[in-house]
């Protein structure tokens, strides 16, 4: 799955990584078994976040009973049905969110849009600081297809993100869309036989090791800073502000 320079990278890696947790989330149409080449991908990623020792839980959406909406549990509005809050578990104890999607139609899939509106579910929760559930998470984006778009859906996907309170690092999304128009996709068999199409793509793996990397030293920052400081984007502080009392001394 890695190629010498992934492996060199990890095998010189001098951080500890081993008390971050990672969740993948992959938005592809199909549901297990089928294959995913969104999951072809993703195992990059996943890879090289757990030869950092990274835990790592993956979920594939579509194989879930979500149900549409923007509140954490549809069934407390008139569905019969929603795996959601199961989900959330995962999200919640994540300090990396990783999102890979296909492209269709040049968007990204409908099962990656349903995810973004249950994120944004959360965004009036909030942590023991008064801050949105999200802060002290970073969040990135995979993207596979042949379609033209990594970046427009790359561009959607992260703004959904940090606009939740996901911090983003540089370089978060990557991915690999190949010739425009039918034809193979990211790991599919070469036809001559030499390979797997995609896998050899210097400039997919520099750009996914790029991301994955970032992710974990911001993750990294982020755990030993005890999150993002919450001066001056407490929820709980503002509201103290709004009614002109004193402010909490733990906010400072």
């Given at each position: 799955m890695l190629d010498e320079t992934q492996q060199k990278l990890c095998d010189e890696n001098t951080t500890?990584?081993?008390?971050?947790?990672?969740?993948?989330?992959?938005?592809?149409?199909?549901?297990?078994?089928?294959?995913s080449h969104t999951d072809k991908l993703l195992g990059v990623c996943e890879t090289i976040l757990v030869r950092n020792g990274v835990s790592l839980e993956q979920v594939r959406l579509v194989d879930h009973d979500i149900a549409p909406g923007v509140y954490p549990d549809?069934?407390?509005?008139?569905?019969?049905?929603d795996d959601w809050p199961q989900v959330w578990e995962k999200v919640e104890a994540a300090d990396i969110l990783i999102v890979g999607t296909p492209i269709w139609l040049g968007e990204k899939s409908s099962v990656c849009q349903r995810l973004i509106e249950r994120l944004y579910a959360h965004s009036g929760q909030r942590n023991e600081r008064g801050q949105y559930i999200f802060y002290g998470k970073v969040g990135g984006c995979i993207v596979t297809g042949n379609e033209d778009g990594i970046k427009h859906v790359g561009m959607g996907v992260l703004y959904s993100l940090q606009h939740v309170g996901y911090t983003i690092p540089p370089q978060a999304d990557a991915g690999w869309i190949g010739e425009a128009g039918p034809g193979p996709s990211y790991g599919d068999a070469k036809e001559d036989g030499s390979g797997y199409v995609g896998f050899d793509n210097d400039f997919t793996r520099r750009n996914t090791t790029f991301m994955t990397w970032n992710l974990m030293h911001m993750a990294r920052m982020l755990k030993d800073a005890g999150g993002i400081p919450c001066h001056g984007n407490s929820v709980d502080l503002w509201n103290e502000g709004r009614r002109f009392d004193a402010p909490n001394p733990e906010y400072r």
């Amino acid at each position: 799955m890695l190629d010498e320079t992934q492996q060199k990278l990890c095998d010189e890696n001098t951080t500890d990584f081993s008390d971050l947790r990672a969740l993948t989330i992959n938005c592809t149409l199909k549901k297990s078994p089928d294959g995913s080449h969104t999951d072809k991908l993703l195992g990059v990623c996943e890879t090289i976040l757990v030869r950092n020792g990274v835990s790592l839980e993956q979920v594939r959406l579509v194989d879930h009973d979500i149900a549409p909406g923007v509140y954490p549990d549809m069934t407390e509005h008139g569905h019969d049905a929603d795996d959601w809050p199961q989900v959330w578990e995962k999200v919640e104890a994540a300090d990396i969110l990783i999102v890979g999607t296909p492209i269709w139609l040049g968007e990204k899939s409908s099962v990656c849009q349903r995810l973004i509106e249950r994120l944004y579910a959360h965004s009036g929760q909030r942590n023991e600081r008064g801050q949105y559930i999200f802060y002290g998470k970073v969040g990135g984006c995979i993207v596979t297809g042949n379609e033209d778009g990594i970046k427009h859906v790359g561009m959607g996907v992260l703004y959904s993100l940090q606009h939740v309170g996901y911090t983003i690092p540089p370089q978060a999304d990557a991915g690999w869309i190949g010739e425009a128009g039918p034809g193979p996709s990211y790991g599919d068999a070469k036809e001559d036989g030499s390979g797997y199409v995609g896998f050899d793509n210097d400039f997919t793996r520099r750009n996914t090791t790029f991301m994955t990397w970032n992710l974990m030293h911001m993750a990294r920052m982020l755990k030993d800073a005890g999150g993002i400081p919450c001066h001056g984007n407490s929820v709980d502080l503002w509201n103290e502000g709004r009614r002109f009392d004193a402010p909490n001394p733990e906010y400072r």
